[in-house]
T-cell receptor, first 115, second 110 residues
Framework: SAVISQKPSRDICQRGTSLTIQCQVD?????MFWYRQQPGQSLTLIAT?????????ESGFVIDKFPISRPNLTFSTLTVSNMSPEDSSIYLC????????????FGPGTRLTVL | QKEVEQNSGPLSVPEGAIASLNCTYSDRGSQSFFWYRQYSGKSPELIMSIYSNGDKEDGRFTAQLNKASQYVSLLIRDSQPSDSATYLCAVNSYGNKLVFGAGTILRVKS
């Protein structure tokens, strides 16, 4: 499976600021996704990062709050904008590798605390 | 609203026993089903995928799928303390999107 890295691994931020999270894969992948895992809860899909076009957001998530870029087939960023304490979560990117098998693999995650 | 239901547990089993984890889903059109293991403070790790009715075995793990009953299960044989984790059931929705259950906490006691 692909090797996925995320930066930063954790951060503590002040409310009202923004944080950009990077996701890098060591090989080209067909699809990349961003998930959120709030404390003590399961994973919720934020959006599908589309290469060369706007991301596709799930219900309850909007581009102004979570802008996403995917300039190529190995890299994506998620920005958490105008943060509030409710944004404190683990943010995870996942990738769908090519080859006809639709298995998703997750990066190590970014633990965000908003004060 | 597509839903995936799991018993949150914790499920406690003695070392060496079989752990049985269950999951039901609401979308009859779902075609792919996955089990992830998540250790505390770590990201989910894919341990099993299953696409057809019946059983799929991989080492100590067996996934079982019954599409008519909309039911997926994971059996862990010879459970070890290192199997203690949260197990997440995920179902493939439209466009390769995954819908996750809340997860079942498994504790294997030595």
């Amino acid at each position: 499976s692909a090797v996925i890295s995320q930066k930063p691994s954790r951060d503590i931020c002040q409310r009202g600021t923004s944080l950009t999270i990077q996701c890098q894969v060591d090989s080209q992948v067909t699809m990349m996704f961003w998930y959120r895992q709030q404390p003590g809860q399961s994973l919720t899909l934020i959006a599908t990062a589309n290469q060369g076009s706007e991301a596709t957001y799930e219900s309850g998530f909007v581009i102004d709050k979570f802008p996403i870029s995917r300039p190529n087939l190995t890299f994506s960023t998620l920005t958490v904008s105008n943060m509030s304490p409710e944004d404190s979560s683990i943010y995870l990117c996942s990738v769908l590798t090519s080859g006809g098998i639709n298995e998703q693999f997750f990066g190590p995650g970014t633990r965000l605390t908003v004060l | 609203q597509k839903e995936v239901e799991q018993n949150s547990g914790p499920l406690s089993v003695p070392e060496g026993a079989i752990a049985s984890l269950n999951c039901t889903y609401s979308d009859r059109g779902s075609q792919s089903f996955f089990w992830y293991r998540q250790y505390s403070g770590k990201s989910p790790e894919l341990i099993m995928s299953i696409y057809s009715n019946g059983d799929k075995e991989d080492g100590r793990f067996t996934a079982q799928l019954n599409k008519a009953s909309q039911y997926v299960s994971l059996l862990i044989r010879d459970s070890q303390p290192s199997d203690s984790a949260t197990y997440l059931c995920a179902v493939n929705s439209y466009g390769n999107k995954l819908v996750f259950g809340a997860g079942t906490i498994l504790r294997v006691k030595s």
